[in-house]
């Protein structure tokens, strides 16, 4: 596996899906300071999603940042990606670092759910996912997270991500109340110019 780590704070980009200029924009959202990309594709060309995340794992790599795998572990360990990010109906964590390996990365969705955090940080997730915190374009019909599920995670001892429509203008309000990593689909990627998009990201004040 890719011997980088999940970042403690800043940018965690997360791909939207297929488009012709993946490499491009992903090119630019690393120049911009993303820490972290995740490769999203929910479609089933697995010829097409192979070669993308392969590529994709190389560009990371040159710019040491880890690239982590949406829900697809075998994916993850066929283009040795740094790690994989799991959701309600995926594999356990465990199950997931028996194939990836100890130094894998597994992140794991946990909604609005602080009891869900709290296994999973317990089974060993490197970080936890909260949300969404704002309306989704990319899941509209996401159930919400309360900000008060950040406030009242500050024990886990793993990162924790805020993730759902999330803006540079709504971001401040989700460190504030405790969100290490922000993690953002449209944001950056549906930007014109994605580069500025990530700085925007990147420059902001996260906490010690």
Not at 99 to 116: H, K, P, Q, T
Request: some cysteine; glycine content about 10%.
């Amino acid at each position: 596996m890719t011997p980088v780590r999940f970042p403690q704070r800043g940018l965690y980009a997360i791909t939207d899906g297929p488009r012709p200029d993946l490499l491009a924009v992903v090119a630019q959202a690393l120049a911009g300071g993303a820490r972290v990309v995740q490769y999203r594709d929910k479609t089933d060309d697995s010829a097409r999603r192979h070669a993308e995340a392969a590529a994709l794992k190389q560009l990371c790599d040159a710019h040491a940042v880890p690239l982590i795998v949406n829900d697809d572990v075998a994916l993850a360990l066929a283009v040795g990606a740094a790690g994989v990010h799991l959701g309600r109906d995926d594999d356990a964590v465990a199950a997931a670092r028996a194939v990836l390996g100890a130094g894998a990365i597994v992140g794991v969705s946990c909604y609005g759910s602080l009891e869900r955090a709290r296994a999973a940080a317990a089974d060993g997730a490197d970080y936890v996912a909260f949300g969404a915190f704002h309306a989704s374009p990319t899941k509209p019909h996401a159930v919400r997270a309360s900000i008060d599920v950040l406030r009242h995670s500050a024990t886990l001892g793993v990162p924790r991500v805020a993730i759902g429509g999330i803006t540079a203008d709504n971001a401040p309000g989700l460190v504030e109340a405790g969100a290490d990593v922000l993690a953002v689909i449209s944001a950056v990627f549906g930007a014109a110019d994605v580069r500025a998009a990530a700085q925007r990201f990147a420059r902001l004040h996260f906490p010690d």
